[in-house]
């Protein structure tokens, strides 16, 4: 495997739960909890699973947005878990974030070259002529009219505002982005251009991503190396075509049964998951799928299954893995 530009090894967050009149704690959401992997420098890892796995809340710790409980992030050969606010800007400049909702992350009281051009100010001191130029090569890069700089974040399409934050992330030419379901919120059409363009970007700039989304096709189209969480951890990961031709968790092999075929006559090999995602302030002890598996055994139940390596590259947690 290539030289890793992110890792990131047993990282924690627990939310806690604050209660009466003096907020006393009473409990955690475990909504990260002991996550490990590595992002090969120009390559992306998909991170999928259903909603409230945690995916977010993973994408926001490796950009330092939340703090993380406990665990270690490194970033370019550089321990940023415990980064003071200087140094975090310093290496924020390389590590950038695309958010999942295009209008609620953009300032709907600046135009766009005021968004786009904030981290050319902050980062590289750009100003006047220059800054404008820049702006305009940079609405260029990603497909909208140059033109377009004075107008406001509510006179563009949802897919257009998506693009501008796509821009202002690449503005400082970033070694990483993280994107954060960036197409979830867009049609089907209007997807398809944002990932070609993302595809695009990555070529000609030599991006890595860190590419979280529930949308398996998505995943596929995207991805390198697929991680696939459940719960606050990671039950499987492996290159791209090794979980998509042979997965070995149930998790896994059922969220791949539950892709819709255009087909009425289809019936997928592998029943839907029974039961429901149990709670993440009180997780099930052992492994935290046991309750809706097919292979449920004592030991699932009381022992916690480590992510082990079956095979080159792909790591399962399972007792049954082999």
């Known amino acids: 495997m290539d030289t890793p530009l992110l890792e990131t090894k047993d990282l924690v967050k627990y939310f806690p739960l604050k209660s009466g009149i003096f907020r006393k704690t009473v409990g955690n959401v475990h909504a990260v909890d002991k996550v490990s992997f590595s992002v090969p420098r120009g390559r992306t890892l998909g991170i999928v699973g259903e909603s409230g796995c945690g995916k977010t809340t993973l994408a926001r710790l490796v950009v330092r947005l939340v703090e993380p409980t406990s665990g270690s992030i490194v970033f370019d050969d550089e321990e940023i878990t415990s980064l003071e606010k200087e140094d975090l800007r310093r290496v924020r400049a390389n590590l950038q974030m695309v958010f999942q909702d295009p209008q609620s992350s953009l300032n709907p009281r600046m135009t766009v070259k005021e968004i786009v051009g904030e981290p050319l100010k902050i980062h590289g001191g750009v100003k006047g002529l220059d800054l404008r130029e820049k702006v305009q090569e940079l609405l260029a890069k990603v497909g909208l009219n140059p033109d377009h700089m004075y107008r406001f974040p509510h006179e563009f399409s949802g897919g257009q505002r998506q693009r501008i934050g796509i821009a202002r992330a690449i503005a400082l030419n970033p070694k990483l982005l993280v994107l954060d379901e960036p197409t979830s919120s867009l049609d089907v059409s209007v997807q398809a251009q944002i990932l070609n ?23 596929k189209h995207m991805s390198d190396h697929v991680a696939v969480m459940y719960l606050g951890k990671i039950v499987e990961k492996a290159p791209k075509q090794i979980i998509f031709k042979r997965p070995v968790h149930s998790y896994t092999q059922a969220l791949l049964s539950s892709v819709q075929v255009p087909d009425p006559d289809y019936k997928p090999e592998i029943p839907p998951i029974g039961g429901t995602v149990p709670s993440p302030i009180n997780p099930p002890p052992g492994c935290r799928f046991h309750s809706r598996c097919p292979l449920n055994d004592h030991v699932c139940e009381s022992k916690e299954p480590s992510l082990v390596e079956i095979e080159a590259e792909h790591f399962v947690a399972c007792h049954f893995a082999n």
């Open 197 to 219: 363009l993302l595809r695009q970007l990555q070529s000609e700039i030599g991006l890595t991503y860190l590419f979280i989304s529930h949308d398996l096709a998505v995943i």
